[in-house]
C-alpha cells in the first residue's frame, strides 16, 4: 500500500506530503529567525562605524518600531499568582504565543479535511496523526543537542530554546495520545481493543511507546527535574533509548526520520567530544611553562561567604565572551557530573574564575572539598594551593553584544553577578581602549545593581567593581568631554526571592553592633531627601566571623525588604539603614582568621562601592536611565525569579508607558533575561 499517496478521498493530502508540509512551516519560522539574527549583524556593524544607536533610515525606524512592539508582546506576563504554598507563574507572552502557535500548526496537520465525527474516518485520522507525530521527532533532537543548527542559524544559544523542546514534546505526546486514541476508537466498534493489544506486535509496540513518552513527558517537568538532576538526566536517556527503540519496532514505513534522530543524537555527542578534546588538551595550543603537557586545566578551590565556592582556573587555553558559561567536571570531587557555570571573570584576567553556590549534588561537594582542603593545609599559616584536575565543555551562551547601545542596565541578584560583572568590566575595557583610539564603542552609560543577602558576600566581586570605578574614573580625567559613566549600587536584603515589594517592609529587632549611620537632613520629613556629602558610616567587619554582626539578620544580614529608592525619601530600617554605604577594603574572599576591619573614611581618591539596605525598585532605576538615554538601551537581568518577573514588567510598563519608537522620540529598550536553573 503506498501510504504517501492515501488521504481516505479526494482532495485529502497523502501522509507523507502533510509531512513535507510540515518541515516546510517549521523551515520557513527557522528561516525567519535567521534573517532577524542577519539584521541584528547588521544593525551591529551599522552602530559601530556611526557610533549612534539611533536608526539611521526609514527602514531601520520601521524596523525599530515593529522590534518594539514585539518585544513588548514577548515580554509581557500575568502576575505571579499565591495561593497558600502554591505559587503560579505565567510565562511571558511571546512563549506562551509560539507554544500555541505550534499546537495549532500541529493539530491542523493531523485533522486538515477531516470529519472527527465520521466513525469511517477515524483510521484514517489515526494514520494521519502517526504520520505528523513521526515527522516531529527530528525537531525535538535538533532543539536538544548542545551543538544547535537551529540555535546558530537564530542566534539563540541551546539552553534558551530548552523550553521549547519540552513543549514540543509534550505536542509530541498529543498527538501520538490522538493517534492511539482514533484506533481505539475505532476498534472499540467491534469490541477488539484487547484482542489487538494481546496479539498484534504493532499495536504492543505502539502502546509500549506511547508509555515511555508518557513516563518521558511527566518526568520532564520543572519539580521533578529539580529534586535530583543527575538522577533525572539518567531516566531520561534511559527512557528516549527505550523511545526510540518502541517506534523503531513499531513503524513498518518511514523510518528515515528516526534515523535521523539517531543520527542527531550521536552527531552533537561527537561535536561535544571533540570541542571538548580541544579545549582540555594541552598538545592542541601553544606551549606555555608549568602548564601539563597533556591535560590544559588544574583548579583551585576557594569557599567564600554564603556556602559560594570559588574555583579558579590559571591560564585556560579557552577563549570565550563575556556572558557565556561552560560545562565544568571536576571526577576527583564530584564523580560522573559536569554541570554548566557562568563564567565570572573576562578573557585579559588570564584566568577562568567560577562563582558555585552550594546547593545539593556536586555543587555541595565542591563546597566541602573547598573547606576541607583549606582546614587541612592552612589552618593558621599561608595560603597553600592544592589543585584539582578539571574539565570543561564550552563554551556556550549568547547574547547581543552589548557595545551597540547607549546605556546599559545590568540588574543581578547573588551569584547571578557572575553574568552581569564580565559583562560590566568588558564595556569599561572597551571604553578603556575607545581613548586610546585602538577601538569604538557606542555606550555612554552603565547602570549596575546588585542585590546580595549580606554585607559579606560583596567581597566576591568588591575588587573587580573598585577596579571598574577607577578605571572609569581614570578615563574621565583623561578625557574631559568624555560622557562614559558607570553608576554601582549593592543593595542589601534578606528577601532572596525579591518577589513583589512590601510596602512596609520587615525589620527584627535592633542587632548588637548594627551599622551606625549619620546623616544631615535636607529638608523636613514632608520634603524631598536629598543625597548628603556629609554622610558617615562606620562599618566594622564585612566577614561572618564576626560577633557583632553589621545586621539584624545572621551573618551580617540585612533583614530589610522594603523596595527603597536611593534618590528618594529613605525607607526606615532599624538594621543596616536607608542611606548609602561606602564601603571600603581590599580584600575579596573571606578572612578566615578573623574579622576585617575597614576604615571608617575611606581614601578619597578611591572610588567607594555604595551600599543600600532594602530592595531595589527596577522601574525607577530603568525609568531614569532611559529619561537619559540618547539611543537604543539594554536591560539584562539574571537572577531570582522574582527579580527576573520585576525587571521584565517593568520594561514592558516603560516600553508601553513611553511609546517606544510609536512618534514620542523614545528609543528601544532590549531585553535579556538569564536565569540560573535547570
Known amino acids: 500500500m503506498d501510504m504517501g499517496s492515501m488521504g481516505s478521498g479526494s482532495g485529502v493530502p497523502g501522509y507523507f506530503y502533510m509531512q513535507k508540509m510540515f518541515w516546510a512551516v517549521i523551515g520557513a519560522v527557522v528561516g525567519f529567525a535567521a534573517l532577524l539574527n542577519l539584521l541584528d549583524h547588521i544593525l551591529l556593524w551599522q552602530r559601530q562605524r556611526s557610533q549612534n544607536a539611533k536608526p539611521k533610515s526609514f527602514f531601520w525606524s520601521f524596523y525599530a518600531t515593529i522590534t518594539a512592539l514585539g518585544r513588548e508582546i514577548n515580554s509581557a506576563s500575568l502576575p505571579t499568582y499565591q495561593f497558600k504554598w502554591l505559587k503560579m507563574r505565567a510565562p511571558p507572552l511571546g512563549k506562551t504565543v509560539l507554544a500555541l502557535s505550534y499546537l495549532i500548526t500541529v493539530i491542523v496537520f493531523c485533522f486538515y479535511k477531516y470529519d472527527t465525527g465520521d466513525q469511517w474516518s477515524w483510521e484514517n485520522i489515526a494514520y494521519r496523526c502517526g504520520c505528523i507525530a513521526q515527522a516531529q521527532l527530528p525537531l525535538i533532537f535538533l532543539l536538544a543537542g548542545k551543538q544547535n543548527i537551529i540555535g546558530y542559524l537564530s542566534g539563540v544559544s541551546y539552553e534558551r530554546l530548552n523550553w521549547l523542546h519540552r513543549w514540543v514534546a509534550r505536542v509530541l505526546w498529543l498527538t501520538c495520545t490522538f493517534h492511539l486514541m482514533f484506533w481505539f476508537r475505532s476498534w472499540a466498534r467491534y469490541d477488539y481493543i484487547k484482542v489487538k493489544l494481546s496479539t498484534d506486535q504493532m499495536t504492543q509496540t505502539g502502546f509500549a511507546a506511547w508509555c515511555i513518552l508518557t513516563a518521558l513527558v511527566a518526568t520532564s517537568f520543572a519539580p521533578m527535574r529539580r529534586v535530583n538532576y543527575e538522577i533525572f538526566l539518567v531516566v531520561h536517556l534511559v527512557l528516549f533509548a527505550g523511545f526510540i527503540g518502541a517506534v523503531m519496532l513499531h513503524v513498518d514505513y518511514g523510518k528515515t526520520y528516526v534515523w535521523i534522530c539517531v543520527a542527531l543524537f550521536f552527531l552533537d555527542r561527537v561535536l561535544r567530544f571533540g570541542v571538548s578534546l580541544v579545549a582540555n588538551l594541552s598538545i592542541f595550543h601553544r606551549r606555555i611553562p608549568g602548564r601539563s603537557w597533556l591535560w590544559a586545566h588544574k583548579a583551585t578551590l576557594t569557599p567564600l561567604a554564603g556556602d559560594v565556592t570559588r574555583i579558579t582556573i590559571d591560564q585556560p587555553v579557552l577563549r570565550w565572551s563575556p556572558g557565556q558559561h561552560v560545562f565544568l567536571s571536576c571526577h576527583t570531587v564530584a564523580p560522573l557530573q559536569s554541570h554548566p557555570f557562568s563564567i565570572a571573570s573576562i578573557e585579559s584576567d588570564n584566568q577562568l574564575v567560577f562563582l558555585i553556590q552550594a546547593r545539593q ?309 532590549y531585553l535579556h533575561v538569564e536565569g540560573f536553573c535547570y
Do not use: M
Request: one cysteine or more; hydrophobic letters at 30%; aromatic letters at 6%.
Open 361 to 669: 549534588g556536586g555543587t555541595k561537594r565542591f563546597h566541602r572539598f573547598a573547606l576541607k582542603n583549606l582546614s587541612l593545609f592552612n589552618p593558621s599559616g599561608p595560603e597553600v594551593k592544592r589543585q584539582q584536575l578539571v574539565g570543561v565543555e564550552g563554551p556556550y551562551g549568547t547574547i547581543r553584544p552589548l557595545r551597540q547601545f547607549d546605556s546599559i542596565c545590568l540588574f543581578a541578584g547573588s551569584t547571578g553577578a557572575t553574568f552581569t560583572v564580565p559583562l560590566l568590566r568588558d564595556i569599561v575595557q572597551r571604553w578603556k581602549a575607545s581613548v586610546q583610539g585602538t577601538f569604538s564603542i557606542v555606550t555612554r552609560k552603565i547602570r549596575f545593581v546588585w542585590v546580595v543577602k549580606s554585607r559579606d558576600r560583596v567581597g566576591w566581586f568588591k575588587d573587580q567593581l573598585e577596579t571598574a570605578l577607577l578605571d572609569v574614573q581614570t578615563i574621565r580625567k583623561i578625557d574631559g568631554f568624555s560622557e562614559k559613566e558607570l553608576d554601582l549600587s549593592i543593595y542589601v536584603t534578606c528577601d532572596e526571592e525579591l518577589e513583589a515589594s512590601n510596602p512596609d517592609g520587615f525589620c527584627g529587632p535592633e542587632a548588637h553592633g548594627a551599622v551606625q549611620v549619620t546623616a544631615r537632613a535636607s529638608s523636613e520629613t514632608n520634603g524631598p531627601t536629598k543625597k548628603s556629602p556629609d554622610q558617615q558610616v562606620e562599618i566594622r567587619s564585612i566577614t561572618s566571623t564576626d560577633q557583632n554582626n553589621d545586621g539584624c539578620g545572621p551573618d551580617g544580614t540585612c533583614c530589610c525588604k522594603a523596595a527603597v529608592d536611593e534618590d528618594g525619601a529613605a525607607a526606615k530600617c532599624c538594621c543596616c539603614g536607608p542611606s548609602s554605604i561606602s564601603l571600603s577594603s581590599s580584600s575579596s574572599s573571606i578572612n578566615e582568621k578573623g574579622p576585617e576591619t575597614l576604615p571608617t573614611k575611606p581614601a578619597e581618591d578611591k572610588p567607594q562601592l555604595k551600599l543600600i539596605a532594602g530592595r531595589p525598585k527596577p522601574r525607577n532605576i530603568i525609568r531614569k536611565v532611559l529619561e537619559e538615554a540618547e539611543g537604543e538601551s539594554a536591560v539584562v537581568v539574571c537572577g531570582p525569579q522574582g527579580l527576573q518577573d520585576d525587571v521584565r514588567r517593568s520594561v514592558v510598563a516603560l516600553s508601553d508607558e513611553r511609546a517606544v519608537h510609536k512618534g514620542t522620540g523614545a528609543q528601544g529598550i
